[in-house]
């Protein structure tokens, strides 16, 4: 089980690791405009994050359909699918397009009234937003490469383009090698360049090298009868990215409220934390797979097995990140050119939010279990109180408060509560489809 956990995950997390380190790039050269576009940043990843929601769940409802297609021999099921993917990312284009023209000016002035950071987070936003095709169209190719057992190059094609925005990011932000010098809209013209290019490539990739698809223009017509299982597998994904959106956008509301830094902060801290649950999700939707393949062979000591050592791995990681953020967040901070007083808010922010690093990855490794099993919507409890229906509320009410430092704590509170629940919830999973497979095997 050890060895099979890390080669499934393996691929995941490194992939994850190197789109967690793009977005902490891309803030380490942002910040060396000013504070105000490191706020600007922060303030646009609710909608990056939507971005991402939206494509990750059409991907994952088209990846399900197709190995479905594909596992019956069905080609023609399987090219509709490939198709009405197609269909599908263009709709969510033309929405996130629309809210560019529309939508960015009202989001940034609802949220702030520091001239500098409205305007370089429309810049920023509107560019990402209007060029929105890359994210959508590279997502669609990786699900379709993945979906066929293509995963190095799944891997290549995800590694590629973030690759490219780290490269891009001083060039454009700082003006090198005779561009001209676009500060934070910059960091969006890199991004947005290799996304493209990460798009470009999926496509090549899927036509020269994924024999399994067949494209041709009838697929792309709208097909309610296949876009519906793409649906109904896909909206839960948008739904969850939603809601870490939902509360990334309330905590900045909140933070506003004291200091344009502490959203900076917030911002800064999300990025860098990222750098350790990324991991901890790798290993969680191997988890998923393994667990549901043995669940299926009825082998309940394997699931436990897998269960126990998913959960070990993890915590370990997120000690590892605790013991960083407790002995160096100046150091860390240090990366993003920080101010005194963001210095002075960031150091006891960092300490008090990783406190509940080894909680969490409790929560998010026995949740695998959840979805592996058949219970989804445990795991969707697990993420609303994590994230919104206790951490928004508490944040809120400890904001009365006056101090900044007794917000932090809120997350403290949501991990513990989300604990409780997450524990409740396994015990009621093992009793109702673990246990009966021991039993059974005992009886034999």
Partial sequence: VGKLLVNMALPMIISMLVQALYNIVDSVYVSQVSESAVTALGLAFPVQNMQIGFAVGIGVGVNALLSQS???KDQETANWAAGQGIFLMMVATAIFMLFGIFGVRPYYEMQSNVAETVEGGIAYTQICCLLTVGVFVQVLCERL?????????TMILQG???IINIILDPVFIHGWWGMPKMGIAGAAVATVIGQCVGAVLGIYMNVRHNPDIRMHLKYVKPNWKIIQPILTVGIPSVIMNGIGSVMNFGMNQILQGFHETATGVFGIYFKLQSLFFMPVFGINNATISIIAYNYGARKPKRIVHTLKLASTVAVGIMLVGLT???????RLLGLFNPTADFLAIGVRALRILSLPFPVAAICISLSASFQALGNGIYSTIVSLCRQMLVLLPVAYLLSKTGEVNAVWLSFIIAEVISLAVTLTFYRRIY???IKP????????
């Fill in 324 to 330: 960083i953020f407790q002995l160096f967040p100046d």
């Fill in 145 to 153: 490469l993945q979906a066929t057992g293509r995963a190095m190059q």
């Fill in 160 to 162: 590629t383009g973030a």
């Fill in 431 to 433: 009793r109702q489809k």
């Fill in 70 to 72: 594909l596992g019956r």
């Fill in 437 to 444: 497979l021991f039993e059974a095997e005992n009886a034999q």
